[in-house]
């Protein structure tokens, strides 16, 4: 997927900006807090419905202003708007056609995000973890969202049951149970397939950027596991009365992330952690490319910030990688222009280098 055009209007500090877009990499270039990142997150935005950093959406609206805008004309003649008056609900279109439902939008135009804020992945809890399988996972299977609403839907009615005064009826509690059950085990089943697909890409990409010094890994973790969902969520029914939530559900599922056999929050560095979290993000991307494969549909990718903290090695070895062929469109930020002529010195593509200061955008 290409975007051609990017227009702007009161969208967090980026009060107008219409951006003539490169088909292969856009470079931004600017102080911290100069607004390079909003520019990717609104890219992102067009995407997925919601900002990256901020799932407040009247908080991504131009502080003093009432209102902001996000439209973005893609190839094929594909245009995507989204429009927000503050206090009411956003409108999103498709060629000018509102969608009735958002998630009907997701998984159209496929994206990957890496962004400091990814090291939450690791020194975060289990739901960082899951939102990462739970955004590719819906790129690529329209119905795993509906599979998600109905699980969270049960596991709601089951938590409001579980938090009244007076004893539940048992019959209205097994009916939620037993929606939760299945719509989680459906879950569970898609994101078990998702991470065997994962792991070895994820691993072939650590191994190149790191030069093969070290080992990871990744295990699906999973109250599944211990035998059918319906009978997990049933057994302890007792201790969730006692305390009014669920303690058993795909809700608590979580993605184990490991160094040379030790969690990686423990035992690696910084650079390390760094590395993990851009290498996971790759093989997120070629897994999104290779569901596409047959629309040509290439995942957009968008790096923000994203050499900080690592070693020259491994610099050298990314900055190899996102000047080939094997990316699409790509948006890139940083502070230091020096990275950014590594890539474009090693790459024959074309290629447009914006200058951002205080929200105003110019090349």
Known sequence: MILEKLSLINYKNIEEATLELSPKMNCFIGH??????????????????????????????????????????????????CGMK?????????????????????????????????????????????????VVIAQIDHQ?????????????????????????DPDIMSIWEEQMAAAGEDIY???AAFTEELTPLFQQYYQRISGGHEQVSLSYVSHCQRGPLL?????????????????????????????DGHLMKREGSQGQQKTFVIALKLAQFELLKRTHTASSNVPILLLDDIFD???????????????????GQIFITDTNREHLDQILAASSH??????????????
Not at 91 to 97: C, D, L, P, T, Y
Not at 312 to 327: H, L, T, Y
Not at 350 to 363: A, L, P, Q, R, S
Request: aromatic share 8%; charged share 30%.
């Open 231 to 259: 009978e997990v969520i049933q057994r302890d029914r007792w201790k969730d009365r006692a305390i009014g939530y669920s303690l058993h559900g795909v809700h608590r599922d979580d993605l184990e992330i490991m160094l």
């Open 32 to 81: 911290n807090g100069a607004g390079k990142t909003n520019v990717l997150d609104a890219v992102y935005y067009l995407s997925f419905c919601h900002s990256a950093s901020n799932p407040v959406d009247s908080q991504v609206i131009h502080h003093g202003q009432d209102f902001m805008v996000i439209e973005g004309f893609y190839a094929d003649n594909l245009t995507i708007y």
């Open 309 to 327: 903290k690592l070693d020259a090695q491994r610099v050298e070895q990314i900055v190899g990688m996102v000047s080939g062929d094997d990316f």
């Open 189 to 191: 089943h898609r994101r």
């Open 350 to 363: 074309d290629y447009k280098i914006f200058h951002v200061e205080h929200g105003t955008i110019t090349n």
């Open 144 to 168: 795993y969202m509906d599979a998600l609403t109905r699980y969270n839907k049960a596991l709601q009615q089951r938590n409001t049951l579980l938090k009244q005064d007076e004893e539940p």
């Open 86 to 134: 503050r206090g009411t609900k956003k409108h999103f279109k498709r060629n000018k056609k509102e969608y009735k439902r958002l998630s009907e939008h997701i998984g159209l135009i496929p994206i990957v995000m890496i962004s400091p804020a990814d090291t939450y992945l690791i020194e975060g809890g289990s739901e960082e973890r899951r939102r990462l399988m739970d």
